[in-house]
T-cell receptor, first 115, second 115 residues
Framework: NAGVTQTPKFQVLKTGQSMTLQCAQD?????MYWYRQDPGMGLRLIYY???????DKGEVPNGYNVSRLNKREFSLRLESAAPSQTSVYFC??????????????FGPGTRLTVL | AQSVTQLGSHVSVSEGALVLLRCNYS??????LFWYVQYPNQGLQLLLK??????LVKGINGFEAEFKKSETSFHLTKPSAHMSDAAEYFC?????????????FGSGTQLTVLP
């Protein structure tokens, strides 16, 4: 039982390049989330997926797209990377979006640098 | 909109001393409240959560937090710090229902434990 896994762990991009961050969970959770973490700003929600087949914008969605490929996988795509997207990206999952009593479990993160 | 304020971006304590990390939230409606811990190069791990049951919440690793509605606070404490407690701590608040449900994180407090 690996929990939430993310690939890659590190990535360096040039401005304008595209890439997809992968996330998978093996806990049979319904809801999945993508956050970015910037120094002094805590975590901010980019997109989330309440259940398979649905996605919704979070606080900072501009410049990103997501795909809920199936119940296990939730990917985050940067179509044209910008230096402002240099950050640490975390994927998380929870049993359900419907109850705050459900804990969100986080992956180890992807450190992305955009030059 | 919900906001979470963590007073003190860096806190240092001696091993064996009391740990007090401060968190205040802004909301007319008591939110659900969480404390997460992040060890270096790892994802976030839930320490404890308040979901309107008991106002004093006990978590893992000897941490606890008390919800005080009159002060809109949810401070994290531990009676005796251990070297292994050195990490970054995030307070988070959850408000809303259904698709509008989101977690808002504070900016984090880095805890250093001195020998």
């Amino acid at each position: 039982n690996a929990g939430v896994t993310q690939t890659p762990k590190f990535q360096v991009l040039k401005t304008g390049q595209s890439m997809t961050l992968q996330c998978a969970q093996d806990m049979n959770h319904n809801s999945m989330y993508w956050y970015r973490q910037d120094p002094g700003m805590g975590l901010r929600l980019i997109y989330y997926s309440a259940s398979e087949g649905t996605t919704d914008k979070g606080e900072v969605p501009n410049g990103y797209n997501v795909s809920r490929l199936n119940k296990r996988e939730f990917s985050l795509r940067l179509e044209s990377a910008a230096p402002s997207q240099t950050s640490v990206y975390f994927c998380a999952s929870s049993s359900s979006l419907g109850a705050w009593t459900d804990t969100q479990y986080f992956g180890p993160g992807t450190r992305l640098t955009v030059l | 909109a919900q906001s979470v304020t963590q007073l003190g971006s860096h806190v240092s304590v001696s091993e064996g001393a009391l740990v007090l990390l401060r968190c205040n939230y802004s909301s007319s409606v008591p939110p659900y409240l969480f404390w997460y811990v992040q060890y270096p190069n790892q994802g976030l791990q839930l320490l404890l959560k308040y979901t309107s049951a008991a106002t004093l919440v006990k978590g893992i690793n000897g941490f606890e937090a008390e919800f005080k509605k009159s002060e809109t606070s949810f401070h994290l404490t531990k009676p005796s710090a251990h070297m292994s407690d050195a990490a970054e701590y995030f307070c988070a608040a959850g408000v809303g229902s259904g698709s509008a449900r989101q977690l808002t994180f504070g900016s984090g407090t880095q805890l250093t434990v001195l020998p």
